[in-house]
């Protein structure tokens, strides 16, 4: 028998990085300052990301292009990689991501790609804890929990 179910998240929108609390407005900022060391010559499609740790750390990460495509590696990952090798134990406590094309910092944010996602669910489940993912645009800001960002998830604790 079919059983409909109505799946929904929540999530906060704002027009500005002002409007964020200060904390916030630090991450964000600091992600699009990574986007200065991406490496995009494919797709002129430079991402930054930021990432807090609880013990105030923060980790920056920018997107990895390689004409072996697809070797390179995305912002988030290069960002949450870097956090686990440098503080293994620390876990995060917030995550922005911003991307640029041609030099201008683009309107709507782009959200993390499935295998970010699946990062992102797998160090919640190391440390215990979610954390707030937030997506800024120009003219867009989105901030979520990151569970919002991949529902029906799998980790490998999960039943088999």
């Given at each position: 028998?079919?059983?409909?179910?109505?799946?929904t998240?929540?999530y906060?929108?704002?027009?500005?990085?002002?409007?964020?609390?200060?904390?916030e407005?630090k991450v964000?900022h600091?992600?699009?300052?990574?986007?200065?060391s991406s490496?995009?010559?494919y797709?002129n499609?430079?991402?930054?990301?930021?990432?807090?740790l609880?013990?105030?750390?923060?980790?920056?990460?920018?997107?990895?292009?390689?004409?072996?495509?697809?070797?390179?590696?995305c912002a988030?990952?290069?960002?949450l990689?870097g956090a686990a090798?440098?503080?293994?134990?620390?876990?995060?406590?917030?995550?922005a991501?911003?991307?640029?094309?041609q030099g201008?910092?683009?309107e709507?944010p782009v959200?993390?790609?499935?295998?970010?996602?699946?990062?992102?669910?797998?160090?919640?489940?190391?440390?215990g804890?979610?954390?707030?993912?937030?997506?800024?645009?120009?003219?867009?800001?989105v901030?979520?929990d990151m569970?919002?960002?991949?529902?029906?998830?799998?980790?490998s604790?999960?039943?088999?």
């Amino acid at each position: 028998m079919e059983t409909a179910k109505d799946f929904t998240f929540r999530y906060s929108e704002y027009s500005s990085i002002e409007e964020l609390n200060d904390l916030e407005q630090k991450v964000a900022h600091a992600s699009i300052s990574a986007q200065g060391s991406s490496h995009s010559p494919y797709s002129n499609f430079r991402v930054g990301a930021a990432v807090l740790l609880a013990n105030g750390e923060i980790v920056l990460g920018s997107n990895q292009e390689n004409g072996a495509y697809p070797s390179g590696l995305c912002a988030e990952r290069v960002a949450l990689f870097g956090a686990a090798t440098r503080y293994p134990d620390q876990r995060i406590a917030m995550l922005a991501v911003s991307a640029s094309h041609q030099g201008r910092l683009i309107e709507t944010p782009v959200p993390p790609c499935g295998g970010c996602r699946q990062v992102m669910l797998e160090y919640r489940t190391k440390h215990g804890a979610s954390f707030p993912v937030i997506m800024v645009g120009a003219r867009r800001i989105v901030k979520l929990d990151m569970e919002s960002l991949l529902p029906f998830s799998f980790t490998s604790a999960s039943e088999v």
